[in-house]
């Protein structure tokens, strides 16, 4: 679709905790392995201070992990 109509598709997952964590991300994808092997790129997006959230890039075929943070206004989104 995105080829062929020239646009941009967005496929959203939700997330459940992992209870059994003691470190790392206490997070896990719902879906499996499917929804994650069907998208080029992945992105966390979480809540972060005040009216800020962020983007964490975390799997991608060639740029590295990063993050951006972001906030959402009336007038759009903005860095």
Same mark, same amino acid.
């Given at each position: 679709?995105?080829?062929?109509?020239?646009?941009?598709?967005?496929?959203?997952?939700?997330?459940?905790?992992?209870?059994?964590?003691?470190? %790392?991300?206490?997070?896990?994808?719902?879906?499996?392995?499917?929804? %994650?092997?069907?998208? =080029?790129?992945?992105?966390?997006?979480?809540?972060?201070?005040?009216?800020?959230?962020?983007?964490?890039?975390?799997?991608?075929?060639?740029?590295?992990?990063?993050?951006?943070?972001?906030?959402? =206004?009336?007038?759009?989104?903005?860095?």
């Amino acid at each position: 679709l995105a080829d062929l109509y020239n646009c941009v598709v967005l496929v959203t997952n939700q997330v459940a905790a992992k209870l059994d964590t003691f470190y %790392g991300p206490s997070e896990q994808p719902i879906g499996g392995h499917i929804v %994650g092997h069907a998208a =080029t790129f992945r992105f966390f997006l979480r809540k972060s201070k005040g009216d800020k959230r962020v983007a964490k890039l975390y799997d991608s075929p060639y740029l590295p992990d990063s993050e951006a943070v972001f906030r959402i =206004t009336e007038k759009g989104i903005h860095d």
